[in-house]
């Protein structure tokens, strides 16, 4: 068994990896390696904001995924608790709209865009073995036969399940459960389609993102308090319908909607590794930090995580000096996150008497002057989220 050698090696063939393959195969050597022979449909992330839209940008990947089957959306409605309509382009940092696409489509669009600029690719292939260290080392199962590769750097974008994260040992931080997110993908459904539409009502919040091909994908997110069950399988489509409808989605919306894909839940609460970087072994997307899907920042972060360490990497020849430069960037983004999210969920979803009572000191402000609201999730997380703007969105100022 031979030892092949490159620059990079990445784990995860997904948004995250390929993205990173993509900008890193015209200057290093790249070897890009992915379980899955084919990519399928799941319940995951399908709604790029407007502040990952500018990092796909960056990446120069918006393109690409665009074309699965994306659609941008200039306008957000909101309805129930902080009923109003947003202009994303005029009113967000980057001015670019939220675009919606296929999970799938556009992960074999990059896949094949991160090979076609030079990268390695090894597919199916299922890593076995992490060796940290200077020299990383990783052992890899493909068509029956092992290899041996060694690399300068070693990135796990291996997912919310990382095993990457497992096999080095990082230090793994978990959010006590609160929401969990239940999501469908659907045709036939009678939702606007010329914008992304959410209702929020105390305990549940329904968000709908049309895409192209007459596609929504359909998500509600709940809060334990008001059910504490998962909704999972083509049997719970009636109760995942009655959930929406008390958020307050109209119930013509799911009238003749047909479920074009699984429907499954899972669980929202945050879990992150507080500096994804160690022994010649980084962490991006999923993998370095799985956020509450119920805010959808996971594909702009995993984005994010993909341009900030592609820009170390090409910053200097000291590449653990990089990816720890990147590290400490991740975990100060993924804070101001974190602790926007936890607000949010705290004022708009957590039911009970005292989260009523600071709804009825909160929302009127909020309703008369929208700018209360911190606008990290919008707008990205270089806005920042400090104690003052706690205090002004709590209407505690």
Same mark, same amino acid.
């Given at each position: ?58 990446? *120069?990947?918006? !393109?690409?995924?665009? %074309? +699965? $089957?994306? @659609?941008?959306?200039?306008?957000? /409605?909101?309805?129930?608790?902080? =009923? ?58 493909? *068509?029956?036969? !092992?290899?041996?590769? %060694? +690399? $300068?750097? @070693?990135?796990?974008?291996?997912? /919310?399940?990382?095993?990457?994260? =497992? ?231």
């Amino acid at each position: 068994m031979g030892l092949d050698r490159y620059d990079l090696a990445i784990i995860g063939g997904g948004i995250a990896g390929a993205s990173l393959a993509i900008a890193m195969a015209p200057h290093a050597r790249v070897l890009l390696v992915e379980r899955e022979a084919e990519y399928r449909d799941r319940v995951r992330g399908e709604a790029l904001l407007s502040w990952g839209a500018a990092e796909a940008r960056g990446l *120069d990947v918006y !393109t690409r995924l665009r %074309e +699965a $089957r994306g @659609v941008e959306h200039n306008i957000w /409605r909101f309805g129930g608790i902080n =009923r109003r309509e947003r202009d994303l382009v005029a009113t967000t940092k980057s001015h670019l709209p939220m675009l919606a696409f296929n999970h799938p489509e556009a992960q074999e669009r990059l896949f094949d865009a991160a090979v076609a600029a030079g990268a390695q690719a090894m597919r199916p292939a299922i890593v076995r073995e992490i060796v940290p260290g200077r020299s990383p080392r990783i052992r890899i199962d493909s *068509d029956g036969s !092992t290899l041996q590769v %060694e +690399a $300068r750097l @070693v990135v796990g974008a291996d997912g /919310r399940s990382s095993f990457t994260r =497992r096999a080095v040992g990082f230090d793994v931080r978990r959010d006590r459960p609160r929401m969990r997110v239940a999501g469908v993908l659907l045709s036939g459904a009678s939702c606007p389609t010329d914008s992304v539409t959410s209702h929020l009502e105390p305990g549940r919040y329904s968000f709908l993102f049309p895409q192209g091909g007459g596609r929504v994908r359909a998500y509600i997110s709940y809060h334990a308090g008001v059910l504490d069950r998962p909704l999972t399988g083509s049997e719970a489509f009636s109760e995942f319908v009655a959930e929406s409808e008390f958020a307050g989605v109209p119930a013509e919306w799911f009238a003749g909607a047909r479920i074009d894909g699984p429907l499954a839940t899972f669980d929202g609460a945050d879990a992150y590794v507080p500096l994804p970087y160690r022994d010649g072994v980084a962490l991006v997307g999923d993998a370095a930090a799985t956020s509450d899907p119920t805010w959808g920042q996971g594909l702009s972060l995993a984005l994010r995580d993909a341009r900030v360490l592609r820009d170390a990497l090409l910053g200097g020849e000291d590449w653990d000096v990089a990816s720890l430069a990147y590290a400490h960037e991740h975990a100060r983004c993924f804070d101001v996150v974190h602790s926007v999210e936890d607000w949010f969920t705290d004022l708009m979803l957590t039911p009970g008497a005292e989260a009523d009572r600071r709804r009825a000191r909160a929302m009127p402000l909020i309703m008369k002057d929208p700018t209360r609201i911190p606008d990290a999730l919008h707008s990205g997380p270089e806005v920042g989220a400090d104690e003052a703007a706690r205090r002004r969105f709590f209407g505690e100022d």
